[in-house]
C-alpha cells in the first residue's frame, strides 16, 4: 500500500471521446507524474507536476494534458481517444525539490483504460 | 535518452531456488529503483538504490554506479514472487521521467 489512490479501476470509452482519470497522491508529496503502460511494456512517461505545473513531459501528443490541484491530486485528460490510448495508466508520486525532496517514487493501482 | 536493458527476460525457477536479475544503464543517474509488478498491475517498491548495496528479507540489490549496472538478488523463492519485475533509472541528465526497462518475468513453479 503506497498511499497513491487512482480512480476509475477500470474504463471503457469509444475511439474519438474523451476521458479523464483522477489521482491522489501520498500524503505530503507534491510532486505527480503519469506513465502509460501498454500490454507487454514498460511504463512509459508521459508528463509531471509539481506545484500546480508541467514541468517535464515524455514523448505523447497535446491531447494527452493534466492538471495538479491545491492538495497536490491531479488528473490526466485525454481527448480524441485512439485505439492504440488503450493501456494501463500508473500515477506516482514524490516529495520533490528541496532539501527534503527524494527521486524515490510511490506508484498508484492503475486504470486499466479500453478504447474500442 | 538513456537506455535501459534487464536481463534475463523470462525465468523460470522451482520454489525454494535463488536468482539474480541484472539491470544495465546507458548513462549516469541519480535515481534507480527495482519494483515487482503484481498480476493486478500494481507496482510494488522493492528498493531505491542509486548506488550502494541493500538487504530487504530474501531480497537483496547491489549498484554499481561507475560501471552502469544494478543486481537484484532473491533467495528461496517463494510463489508469491511470481510476476514481472521492472527497474527504472533517472538520468542526471535531462528531464524528470524515469526510465522503465523492458522488464524480467519471473514464474516460481511449487
Known amino acids: 500500500e503506497t498511499g497513491v489512490t487512482q480512480s476509475p479501476t477500470h474504463l471503457i470509452k469509444t475511439r474519438g471521446q474523451q476521458v479523464t482519470l483522477r489521482c491522489s497522491s501520498q500524503?505530503?508529496?507534491?510532486?505527480v507524474s503519469w506513465y502509460q503502460q501498454a500490454l507487454g511494456q514498460g511504463p512509459q512517461f508521459i508528463f509531471q507536476?509539481?506545484?500546480?505545473?508541467?514541468?517535464g513531459r515524455g514523448n505523447f501528443p497535446p491531447r494527452f494534458s493534466g492538471l495538479q490541484f491545491p492538495n497536490y491530486s491531479s488528473e490526466l485528460n485525454v481527448n480524441a481517444l485512439e485505439l492504440d490510448d488503450s493501456a494501463l495508466y500508473l500515477c506516482a508520486s514524490r516529495l520533490g525539490q528541496g532539501e527534503r525532496g527524494s527521486y524515490e517514487q510511490y506508484f498508484g493501482p492503475g486504470t486499466r483504460l479500453t478504447v474500442t | 535518452g538513456i537506455q535501459v536493458e534487464q536481463s534475463p527476460p523470462d525465468l523460470i525457477l522451482q520454489e525454494g531456488a535463488n536468482s539474480t536479475l541484472r539491470c544495465n544503464f546507458s548513462?549516469?543517474?541519480?535515481?534507480l529503483q527495482w519494483f515487482h509488478q503484481n498480476p493486478w498491475g500494481q507496482l510494488i517498491n522493492l528498493f531505491y538504490?542509486?548506488?550502494g548495496t541493500k538487504q530487504n528479507g530474501r531480497l537483496s540489490a547491489t549498484t554499481v554506479a561507475t560501471e552502469r549496472y544494478s543486481l537484484l538478488y532473491i533467495s528461496s523463492s517463494q510463489t508469491t514472487d511470481s510476476g514481472v519485475y521492472f527497474c527504472?533509472?533517472?538520468?542526471?541528465?535531462?528531464?524528470?521521467?524515469?526510465?522503465f526497462g523492458t522488464g524480467t518475468r519471473l514464474t516460481i513453479i511449487p
Open positions: 527504472a533509472v533517472r538520468s542526471n541528465f535531462g528531464n524528470e521521467k524515469l526510465t
Open positions: 500524503s505530503g508529496h507534491n510532486t
Open positions: 538504490i542509486p548506488s
Open positions: 507536476y509539481y506545484r500546480e505545473e508541467e514541468n
Open positions: 548513462d549516469s543517474v541519480n535515481n
